[in-house]
């Protein structure tokens, strides 16, 4: 038997008729529970389809950093109307998360550079 069986036979409920001795259910080990999640079919094992699953895109706004989910359609930010990106600016590459601030694969920033201050100004 392997592991995983030993774990999904040791997380099984006993039946009605065979409880312990003090009659309280049986508590089983965390990793007991995420055997038996992970191999049913239904909740946690999932069949490879062939067909990759889409991650999620999100546009950036370059000035403020909003990030807001690519199927909105939002074009302009709504906090300073910053036309948003929609790729890294350098490679093209989509926007994965809202939370990053550099390509991860150019390590192009993502956000506007800030203007230069004039000498003698």
């Not at 774990?7 to 529970?33: M, S, W, Y």
Request: glycine share 8%; proline share 15%; aromatic share 6%.
């Amino acid at each position: 038997m392997g592991r995983l069986a030993l774990l999904f036979e040791a997380a099984t409920p006993l039946p009605q008729g065979k409880r312990e001795k003090n009659d309280l259910p049986t508590v089983h080990p965390p990793f007991a529970l995420v055997a038996r999640y992970l191999s049913s079919p239904k909740l946690g094992a999932r069949k490879e389809s062939g067909v990759p699953r889409n991650p999620v895109s999100y546009h950036l706004c370059p000035r403020c950093g909003r990030a807001v989910p690519a199927q909105t359609q939002e074009v302009f930010c709504v906090n300073d109307g910053t036309r948003l990106l929609t790729a890294c600016p350098g490679c093209a590459q989509p926007i994965r998360s809202p939370y990053s601030q550099f390509c991860p694969r150019c390590g192009q920033a993502y956000a506007a550079p800030l203007p230069r201050p004039q000498p003698g100004l």
